[in-house]
């Protein structure tokens, strides 16, 4: 069966980073594309970024953009979420998905998305 398991999460002062990774694996990786939302609490879940299957184009909130970088290695399965000058609002519980195979264009809504990790929790202090 498909998994999707997220590492990386953790907590930073304002202004630090932090690198996400999320390990595929039950799929054919290079054929989905795979994207990271965030869940703060009482918010619904949002998305942050996502890279599409073939060709590598990204795309961003704009609350991310010039600070987060999603990245993916094919090789690995893996797909990663770089996150720089981190602020408290950036603090929420975030999740890596992947869409369904060869789908056209990037889906920025979680309804889009069949497969979900479990969460990794980032908690960035002031």
């Known amino acids: 069966q498909v998994q999707l398991v997220e590492s990386g999460g953790g907590l930073v002062q304002a202004g630090g980073s932090l690198r996400l990774s999320c390990a595929a694996s039950?799929?054919?990786?290079?054929?989905?594309?795979m994207g990271w939302f965030r869940q703060a609490p009482g918010k619904e879940r949002e998305f942050v970024a996502a890279?599409?299957?073939?060709?590598?184009?990204?795309y961003y909130v704009d609350s991310v953009k010039g600070r987060f970088t999603i990245s993916r290695d094919n090789a690995k399965a893996t797909v990663y979420l770089q996150m720089n000058s981190l602020k408290p609002e950036d603090t929420a519980v975030y999740y890596c998905?992947?869409?369904?195979?060869?789908?056209?264009?990037?889906?920025?809504?979680?309804?889009?998305?069949?497969?979900w990790g479990q969460g990794t929790q980032v908690t960035v202090s002031s």
């Open positions: 039950g799929l054919t990786f290079g054929t989905h594309t």
């Open positions: 890279i599409y299957w073939s060709g590598g184009t990204t």
């Open positions: 998905a992947a869409d369904s195979p060869h789908t056209l264009g990037l889906r920025t809504t979680p309804r889009g998305y069949d497969y």
